[in-house]
């Protein structure tokens, strides 16, 4: 009960230093946006560590994150082949090759009203369709390696990217297309010089959206077959062996890859739409 007693206080004082810090000056500087999420961070791992022996909680229902991170540095050489199957072969993979398809099909049906009234529906019906019943039945296609994985994250990103790029490319006023038409510009010579750049944020906003997708169909698709790697194969045989600190550490490493995923696009994003009123 002591340790639950000091977890609150622990809580209560990071609680009071987060709001200053996000109040003072140094919360609207770079520093400061990174150094209130830490503080966060580190106050919510306390108390979870705390909490949990503070309860003596079984280590098979929730572990401390002291056990996760020993696991974790005990298991580094398996995390990272588990990064290169799951993350880079099938994620990645799938995410370069579900986005551009995703982009050629955007371009294909804003420049056809037939494929914008026939496919969107279409597509939209395919993207409400669950991943765990799709996935099964795209590894016995393309089997068990990260090919078929790559298969599962093509379908899941392929529609976010179709349905932003085509809401960007629409995304200009009258007045802008009457300027480009006054300077006799065709339809690709508009493409390029107006609505490819005005539909940038929504673009961006599709593939922001893909980076997770990305990374949770690779994941889920290793469920249903793999071979003995990949973040997915051993979130699943490990929880059946109730290695619940291994299953946290593939977690966290799932975290982290997703965490940087995401955080290249965004980079990407604010250096291509600089002078977005978003990126101001």
């Known amino acids: 009960m002591t340790l639950v007693v000091a977890a609150a206080a622990i809580w209560a004082a990071g609680w009071w230093l987060n ?3 996000a109040g ?7 520093l400061g946006r990174l150094i209130v999420p830490v503080v966060f961070g580190v106050t919510l791992l306390g108390v979870w560590e705390l909490v949990v022996r503070g309860l003596d909680v ?9 056990m996760i991170g020993a696991k974790f540095a005990a298991e580094t050489a398996t995390l990272w082949i588990d990064v290169l199957q799951t993350a880079l072969k099938g994620a990645l993979s799938g995410y370069v090759i579900g986005c551009a398809a995703g982009f050629g099909a ?11 009234r026939g496919l969107l529906p279409i597509g939209n019906f395919v993207a409400a369709l669950p991943i765990v019943g799709t996935a099964p ?20 990103v392929f529609f976010p990217v179709l349905v932003n790029t085509v809401q960007g490319l629409a995304d200009t006023t009258s007045m802008q ?3 480009m038409r006054t300077y006799s ?13 005005a539909a940038m944020p929504a673009i961006f906003n599709g593939l922001k959206i893909s980076t997770t997708l990305a990374l949770i169909g690779a994941i889920v698709a290793e469920y249903f077959g793999s071979p003995t790697r990949g973040m997915g194969f051993h979130i699943s045989t490990e929880v059946g062996r109730l290695g619940l600190d ?12 997703g965490t940087v995923f995401y955080g290249a696009v965004a980079l990407m994003e604010k250096r291509v739409t600089f002078w977005h009123p978003s990126q101001r």
Do not use: C
């Not at 003072?24 to 770079?30: E, I, Q, V």
């Not at 510009?185 to 750049?197: D, E, I, S, V």
């Not at 299953?247 to 890859?257: F, K």
């Open 177 to 179: 297309r009457d300027l």
């Open 24 to 30: 003072s000056a140094l919360g609207s500087r770079p």
């Open 185 to 197: 510009a065709g339809y690709w010579q508009t493409l390029w010089r107006l609505r490819l750049p």
């Open 137 to 156: 039945i795209l590894v016995n296609w393309f089997g068990f390696d990260w090919h078929s994985k790559a298969a599962v994250v093509v379908v899941m």
């Open 58 to 66: 079984p280590n098979v229902i929730l572990p401390p994150p002291s």
């Open 106 to 116: 955007a371009l294909a049906i804003d420049r056809s009203p037939f494929l914008q």
């Open 19 to 21: 709001v200053k810090l």
């Open 246 to 257: 291994m299953v946290w550490a593939e977690i966290t490493v799932a975290a982290l890859v």
